[in-house]
């Protein structure tokens, strides 16, 4: 029996390992995934698996074949919104700093935006989805303005306001640990002072933006910097 179990476990072993160099999916349709829907209960065990790889490879300059193992996991995996998360923060803001040419930058930076939105669509409610998108938007206004060329940005909305409406969206969908949430309210915050003080924005806009305003001041526990920054930003 014991030989029986042994030479199962190592049949496994040897799927999972030969599985893991396959071919990663070739499109975005995470939940079918054929070669994936395969493997059954073995799908969790072998995500893990491929994760571990990805976590050793986390600092190597080999972006791309990172890429192919994260798409593997989300294919195994598709119930994991933290993965989405976890993922696409990587090709967003570690992958870019490892790429070896522009266009390898560029193609993490595409592929962090996609995860994303698969994980979007696949765990619409999911808080910290909406705050790596959010975070890298505001990232990239500041240091890297060329790649919000890459963002899937809404038609006729700017990289602030898009931050915005992803940000309110988190505040709304709940996030999973106090200090998520606090950085959310903190970034909410930030980006509603921005533009109540742009005089640019056309009044209804601006008149969204100050109700959200009033819905922040009303948080429990709001820090006071942040509360006197919020009503002297409403005074203005």
Known sequence: MRARTLGFALACLAFASAWAVLPAPAVVAIPGASAAALLG????????????????????????????????VLALVP??????????????FDAPALSRSMAERAECVRAGFEILASGRELHPRHARIDLVEAAAVLNYLRVSPERLALAPLPVR??????????????????????????LIVSELA???????????????????????ADELLAEPGLPELLRAALVAARRA
């Open 190 to 212: 930030a980006v509603i002072e921005a533009l109540l003080r742009d005089d640019s924005r056309p009044a209804g806009s601006r008149a969204a933006v100050g109700a959200a």
């Open 41 to 72: 209960p073995l799908r969790p065990w072998i995500a893990t698996v491929v994760r571990l790889r990805f976590e050793a490879r986390r600092r190597d300059s080999t972006v791309l074949g990172q890429l192919a193992d994260a798409w593997r």
């Open 79 to 92: 119930e994991s919104a933290t993965d989405f998360a976890t993922f696409g923060g990587w090709f967003l």
């Open 157 to 182: 909305t700017d990289p602030l306001g898009h931050a915005f409406e992803l940000l309110r969206r988190a505040l709304r969908h709940g996030a999973e640990a106090p200090l998520e949430r606090a």
